[in-house]
């Protein structure tokens, strides 16, 4: 096997084509920083029946080189994927690699019988990862210049992201996980402490309702998330309580108070120590002498029909909106538009956009 070791991450995996099946979106961005910043080119299916239809429609070869596979997903799971990917005789010799949270033996033999070739396991190990994507798949940096060239992204100030010491977070293998993007990795830890804070209700909610797969499926996912951002209390009372759930266990409703109360704990002191590194900045004509409105204007310009036509390269004119309008907006508006992009959500990001610029509308053109 070949390994990675010492080796740089813009050229490991140069120009590999990956189909990455991920229904989580915390999971598929965490993947995708990890991977595109080995060199890498990734695609997303959000579930296994979507990554049936990728692959499998028309007669060519399809344009993957590899496909990494959750196998718990809402819609089609990826056992059942894989049989059909398995049944078209032309797909044979592509490499589908599960992402599991299990390292059990039975696990790993129900995806071999499916079709699968291998496994990593979850939370994400980059070098793991790494060395079973170049175990199945070589690299070939002129992919990079051909029709599935990865997007370049703003690196600007990326060293100057402020990231505090928080409870209950490893920072430093949360950070590894997402390639050392520091914005990103910010982002994703506010972004699960917003989406994920009522999860016990919601766990609640479905057991009541007798739905006992969808309380295991949320613990499961929180779990998954959790693991992949560096949460690992968090990490450790939803893998008990997800397998208490799955068995029908007695103790869930003491289980479900216990996580209940450790993600309380880590939503706050995530919110509390990120809002004293970003606090709220007063927008005034005072905090930018040097402000221009005409490139402003340009760049928000640019922007606002890079998102209605929902094209990837309104990650790279963010950063011109933001050159343009730090100091005359709040933080916590720049980083929310960042955050609308980085999740594809193109609508609310032009929402996001349109205050900014009438903030910017609003002030004085100094040259």
Request: charged share 25%; with cysteine; net charge negative.
């Amino acid at each position: 096997m070949r390994s990675v070791a010492g080796t740089a991450p813009s050229q490991a995996a140069a120009g590999i084509r990956i189909l990455l099946v991920e229904d989580n979106e915390v999971n598929q961005q965490v993947a995708t920083e990890l991977l595109e910043s080995a060199g890498a080119i990734v695609r997303i299916a959000n579930h296994g029946g979507e990554a049936v239809g990728m692959l499998t429609k028309g007669d060519e070869p399809p344009p993957f080189d590899v496909v990494f596979m959750d196998l718990q997903m809402p819609e089609m799971d990826g056992y059942t994927a894989t049989k059909l990917i398995r049944a078209q005789s032309r797909l044979d010799g592509l490499p589908i690699i599960a992402m599991t949270a299990h390292a059990l033996v039975e696990e790993r033999q129900k995806c071999l019988d499916a079709g699968m070739c291998d496994h990593v396991t979850k939370p994400i190990d980059p070098d793991a990862l790494l060395a079973v994507l170049l175990r199945w798949a070589t690299p070939h940096p002129e992919a990079l210049a051909a029709e599935f060239r990865t997007e370049i992204r703003p690196t600007a100030a990326v060293d100057e992201i402020a990231l505090p010491e928080i409870e209950g977070v490893d920072l430093e293998g949360g950070l590894k996980r997402v390639a050392g993007n520091k914005r990103l990795y910010r982002d994703l830890l506010l972004q699960f402490a917003a989406k994920q804070a009522d999860a016990p209700a919601q766990i609640s909610k479905a057991i009541e309702s007798g739905d006992q797969k969808l309380a295991e499926r949320i613990a499961h996912t929180i779990k998954g998330v959790a693991g992949n951002i560096g949460l690992g209390q968090v990490f450790a009372t939803a893998g008990t309580l997800e397998k208490a759930i799955r068995h029908g266990d007695a103790a869930v409703a003491a289980l479900l108070e216990e996580f209940a109360k450790v993600l309380s704990r880590q939503v706050q002191a995530i919110r509390q120590a990120i809002q004293v590194v970003i606090p709220e900045q007063p927008a005034s004509s005072e905090s930018r002498a040097d402000f221009n409105a005409e490139a402003a204007s340009s760049a928000t310009a640019r922007l606002r029909v890079l998102l209605e036509f929902c094209d990837g390269n309104a990650t790279e004119a963010f950063s011109a909106v933001q050159k343009s309008l730090t100091g005359i907006v709040a933080i916590s508006q720049l980083d929310a538009l960042y955050t609308a992009i980085n999740e594809f959500d193109f609508e609310t990001a032009l929402i996001k956009l349109e205050e900014l610029a009438e903030r910017a509308a609003e002030m004085p053109a100094r040259g």
